[in-house]
């Protein structure tokens, strides 16, 4: 409705000029830690906000004025500023912004018309198509980038801490969709192991719900610290573990697990990749294991989703296509690469939890059919 009052001249201004600088300033008082100084009640004088985080106070009352019609922050009067429910959320949402708004997703984001030009195989057969190694004088992939360009040499744990916060944002700090979204009641007691599961948030905010399950996170040996000090920090004991495994490797074979949680990790991956993800469960689901998934699942054909929720699984689908040329998956093709992984692996169910983005799938082996 607003583009059709605007006009498309209008329209298309405000997509190449003002939808990126509420971005840039965003970005901006959100690295400044604006949100953090601003009172949660009450309000803070513009100069004494400008002297505590030690900028221009110019300067800041420009980038303000943009965020006042973003409805971020408010001027109750002149001078004094104070929160609106928008910008009090920002300092729990900061990790993820500032992950989000790095150089490494705007230079990736600048090639994707020279990668669409170039983009002959599905997958690339030259990771030199993808947009983001194309971007960098190095042509390293994402993972490398985060691993070698922070200054700080967190980049792995950065990027943890931005998923941490947007998951939070979208299930909510209870994380009820994974407790009401896979069959835990077929589980039972057991151990359930996580892979690509970062520090392990998820487990920490759910191990309560689920006395009689215990948590293994596999993932990069530099996660490993972070999951200690949060299932430490959220009492979890013993029932929250860690190892370092690399998920293309064939699993540990002393471990019995009940099922293996993949939460957002296969839209990181090309098809081809996401084989070989799978296949190395195939040992453990014969006897018995499931998996359950986490992903963003856009649409497979127009109206099924509304145009908002719609809007964000496309955008997160470009998202990993500039990132690592992969995408995200509709059911038809969750079901279509399960095949591929393994012809008697089957989606018996998927959810969409009314109060996430996410769908959670579980899916089988079919241990009657011949492979």
Same mark, same amino acid.
């Given at each position: 409705?607003?583009?059709?009052? @605007?006009?498309?001249?209008?329209?298309?201004?405000?997509?190449?000029?003002?939808?990126?600088?509420? %971005?840039?300033?965003?970005?901006?008082?959100?690295?400044?830690?604006?949100?953090?100084?601003?009172?949660?009640?009450? +309000? %803070?004088?513009?100069?004494?906000?400008?002297?505590?985080?030690?900028?221009?106070?110019? @300067?800041?009352?420009?980038?303000?004025?943009?965020?006042?019609?973003?409805?971020?922050?408010?001027?109750?009067?002149?001078?004094?500023?104070?929160? +609106?429910?928008?910008?009090?959320?920002?300092?729990?949402?900061?990790?993820?912004?500032?992950?989000?708004? +790095?150089?490494?997703?705007?230079?990736?984001?600048?090639?994707?018309?020279?990668?669409?030009?170039?983009?002959?195989?599905?997958?690339?057969?030259?990771?030199?198509?993808?947009?983001? #190694?194309?971007?960098?004088?190095?042509?390293? $992939?994402?993972?490398?980038? @985060?691993?070698?360009?922070?200054?700080?040499?967190?980049?792995?744990?950065?990027?943890?801490?931005?998923?941490?916060?947007?998951?939070?944002?979208?299930?909510?700090? =209870?994380?009820?969709?994974?407790?009401?979204?896979?069959?835990?009641?077929?589980?039972?007691?057991?151990?359930?192991?996580?892979?690509?599961?970062?520090?392990?948030?998820?487990?920490?905010?759910?191990?309560?719900?689920?006395?009689?399950?215990?948590?293994?996170?596999?993932?990069?040996?530099?996660? #490993?610290?972070?999951?200690?000090?949060?299932?430490?920090?959220?009492?979890?004991?013993?029932? %929250? =573990?860690?190892?370092?495994?690399?998920?293309?490797?064939?699993?540990?074979?002393?471990?019995?697990?009940?099922?293996?949680?993949?939460?957002?990790?296969?839209?990181?991956?090309?098809?081809?990749?996401?084989?070989?993800?799978?296949?190395?469960?195939?040992?453990?689901?014969?006897?018995?294991?499931?998996?359950?998934?986490?992903?963003?699942?856009?649409?497979?054909?127009?109206?099924?989703?509304?145009?908002?929720?719609?809007?964000? @699984?496309?955008? +997160?689908?470009?998202?990993?296509?500039?990132?690592?040329?992969?995408? #995200?998956?509709?059911? $038809?093709?969750?079901?279509?690469?399960?095949?591929?992984?393994?012809?008697?692996?089957?989606?018996?169910?998927?959810?969409?939890?009314?109060?996430?983005?996410? =769908?959670?799938?579980?899916?089988?082996?079919?241990?009657?059919?011949?492979?």
């Amino acid at each position: 409705m607003l583009n059709l009052a @605007l006009g498309p001249t209008d329209t298309l201004t405000s997509l190449a000029g003002p939808t990126i600088t509420k %971005i840039e300033v965003l970005r901006t008082l959100d690295d400044l830690g604006v949100a953090k100084v601003v009172p949660q009640e009450g +309000t %803070i004088h513009l100069a004494d906000l400008a002297a505590k985080i030690g900028v221009n106070e110019s @300067l800041l009352h420009r980038q303000l004025k943009v965020a006042y019609l973003m409805g971020m922050f408010q001027e109750p009067s002149p001078g004094e500023i104070a929160h +609106t429910s928008f910008s009090a959320a920002i300092p729990d949402f900061s990790p993820y912004t500032q992950l989000r708004t +790095t150089r490494l997703f705007y230079t990736g984001a600048w090639e994707v018309a020279n990668s669409m030009r170039i983009w002959q195989d599905d997958p690339p057969k030259d990771h030199m198509q993808i947009p983001v #190694e194309m971007a960098d004088p190095q042509h390293r $992939g994402m993972w490398k980038i @985060l691993e070698e360009d922070d200054p700080d040499e967190r980049g792995h744990e950065k990027f943890a801490a931005g998923m941490k916060a947007l998951v939070s944002a979208y299930v909510g700090t =209870s994380f009820t969709p994974y407790v009401q979204g896979f069959d835990w009641a077929s589980i039972g007691e057991g151990l359930v192991v996580d892979i690509g599961g970062g520090n392990g948030h998820i487990e920490a905010n759910i191990f309560k719900d689920l006395p009689g399950v215990d948590f293994l996170i596999q993932d990069l040996a530099e996660n #490993e610290q972070a999951t200690k000090e949060l299932a430490q920090k959220q009492g979890a004991g013993d029932r %929250i =573990s860690f190892q370092v495994h690399d998920f293309f490797k064939p699993q540990p074979t002393d471990l019995q697990p009940k099922a293996y949680i993949l939460s957002r990790v296969l839209h990181d991956w090309q098809d081809a990749d996401c084989v070989r993800i799978i296949q190395p469960l195939i040992p453990a689901m014969e006897k018995g294991a499931k998996l359950f998934f986490s992903e963003r699942i856009p649409p497979d054909g127009p109206g099924e989703v509304p145009v908002h929720k719609e809007l964000l @699984l496309r955008h +997160t689908d470009i998202l990993m296509f500039t990132l690592y040329g992969a995408k #995200e998956r509709s059911r $038809g093709d969750f079901e279509a690469l399960f095949k591929l992984a393994d012809p008697r692996l089957k989606v018996k169910k998927v959810q969409h939890p009314p109060s996430t983005i996410f =769908s959670m799938l579980e899916v089988v082996l079919d241990q009657d059919q011949d492979v």
